[in-house]
C-alpha cells in the first residue's frame, strides 16, 4: 500500500482513505466494470457534481476499464480501491483538465438530455471550450482557471469482464449500430405494457447511441442523413412518453427540432399540436393540426378529436374562472355590506 501511494503522489495524485473496504483490491484488468458513487470539489471545498444529487436522484457512475474514458484519472484511482472504500483523491491539473467536458456530459444526463448535447463537431480539447452557451457557470469558470480537483469515491461494486451485458456507453461503434433495433424493440414493448418511464430510457438511449456516431460524421454528408432518419422515430416514440407524463414543453422542443429540418413530418405536427392544446397554446395548435390535416387527410377524425378535446377543456376552464370571479366579486360585495350596516 505503501508503495501504491508513493506511485500516486509521484504522479501528482494524493489519496487519504476515509473508510476501509473489504477484502483484496480487486484484480482491475481491461473490460472489469466499477460501480462507484463519487463527489468532486474544488480545494476550498465547493462541490462541483454529487452522484448522490445529481439530477434530483441518486445514480452511482458506472465505468468499464480500458475503454478509454474522457477522464482517465477516474479508473486510475478507482483501480487501488477495495470494494466498499471511501477515499478521497486530489488530483493535479494535468489529470483535471478535460473534467468540464466530462461534466457537462454527466449532467446531461442526469437532466433526461442527450449527453452530447452542446458539444461540436471537432476534437476532444476543442470541444472544451464549448461550455460559454450551456449555462454551466461553474464550469466556464473551472475552464477559464484550471485547478486541482478532489474527487471523494465510494467503490460499490467490481464486476469481472463477462460478468454482465454491456451498456450502450461501453459499446464500439458496429455494436452501437446493431444494438439498436433491439433496444428500439425494447422500448416498444415496455411502452405497450405502460412503462412510459422504462421506454424512453431505452428510446433515449438508443439515440444517444446514434448521436454519438453521427458526431463522428460531417453535417448533411449521406452518413450522417442516414443516421438522422434512423433518430427521428425514436425521438417521436420518446416525444410520445413524455406526451403522456405531461412533459409538453419537452415535446415542443423536440417536435420543433424535427420540423426545422423535416417539414412535412406528420407525427411531428400532430404531436405538437397536442403539446400546445394541453399548455393552453389554442392558436398554435390549431396551426398544427392544420398541417396535419394538410399533409395526410386521412387523420381527420383523429385531429378532430383532439379538437373537441382541446374545445371541451377550454370550455371548462372558462366556467372555472367565471367561477372563481362570480364568488370573489360576491365574498367583495358581502364584505362591503357588512362594514356598512
Known sequence: MEELAFKLSADGIHKKVLSPGKGEISDYVDGTKVRFHYRSSLCDGTVLDDSRTMGGKSKPMELILGKKFKLPVWERVVSTMRTGEIAEFTCDVKHTALYPLVSQSLRNISMGKDPLEGQRHCCGIAQVHSHHSQGHKDLE???????????????????????????????????????????????????KKGDTEGAAEKYYNAIACLKNLQMKEQPGDEPWIKLDLMITPLLLNYCQCKLV??????????????????????????KRGKAHAAVWNETEARADFEKVLELDPSLGPAVAREIRAMEDRIREKDKEEKGRYKNLFTSGSSSAAATTS
Open 245 to 270: 407524463q405531461g412533459q409538453y414543453y419537452e415535446v415542443l422542443d423536440h417536435c420543433s427540432s424535427l420540423l426545422n429540418k423535416y417539414e412535412d413530418n406528420v407525427k411531428a405536427y400532430f
Open 141 to 191: 469558470q473551472l475552464q477559464a482557471n484550471p485547478q486541482p480537483l478532489i474527487f471523494t469515491m465510494e467503490l460499490l461494486e467490481v464486476l469481472p469482464p463477462g460478468s454482465f451485458s454491456l451498456e450502450t456507453w461501453a459499446m464500439t461503434d458496429e455494436e452501437k449500430l446493431s444494438a439498436v433495433p433491439q433496444i428500439h424493440e425494447e422500448g416498444n414493448a415496455l411502452f
